[in-house]
């Protein structure tokens, strides 16, 4: 069992159309606890550590043999529970950030601000001490219309900033709610989401 932690409901159908195509016979457990973003938000995601140390430890307590973290934001406390809960603890972004950390001119788009330094830490991480040009950009108002549930609104406004990006060679959307504004852009830039990638990974360490 895979179990997946999320901090919107907004990403089970995601994952569960993602298991359905490629490994329908994986059972998934979602977690959601949008609490832990806001604090994360307020406080530094090391506030959340041992509320998500929690939380994965009963998954695993119920049979996961491998967890998910689907947030951007607490993904590396959340990959630091692994050698506590004795299952692999993956990240949604890290096969994303090895992806991006192959260009040299790399922009990361986020729509919240707590997840573009951890975004630009993995994948300097990734870089392994390669030469690498790393920016940055928050969408302004973005996070506001998802919170809103205006989905189409906030994938247009994420979409709108890719298309305003010169000089990249490849931009990276910090947060997998961001995904589906890859197909919206007219960028002709290649733009990097991390759904896919991760959970491939994911499924893999679960044994799918």
Known sequence: ???????S???????DALRDSGHPSLELR????????????AEGPPAVAAAVDEVLAGAV???????????????????????RLGVPVLRVDRPMAAAAARYRR???VAAVRSTLEPTATLIREEAAGRDIDLSTRLVEGAWERFEAGDHDGYVDAVAGALDDVRGADVIVLAQASMADAAGRTTSRVPVLSSPGTGFR???AAAGA
Request: hydrophobic share 60%.
């Open 1 to 7: 069992m895979l179990a997946l932690l999320h901090t």
């Open 9 to 15: 409901p907004v990403h089970i159908p995601v994952f």
């Open 30 to 41: 979602h977690l959601v606890h949008d609490d832990l973003l806001a604090r994360a938000m």
């Open 61 to 83: 307590a119920d049979g996961a043999t491998a967890v998910l973290c689907t947030c951007s934001t607490i993904g590396q406390v959340a990959e630091a529970c692994a050698s």
């Open 106 to 108: 790399i922009v990361v």
């Open 201 to 203: 990974a994911a499924a």
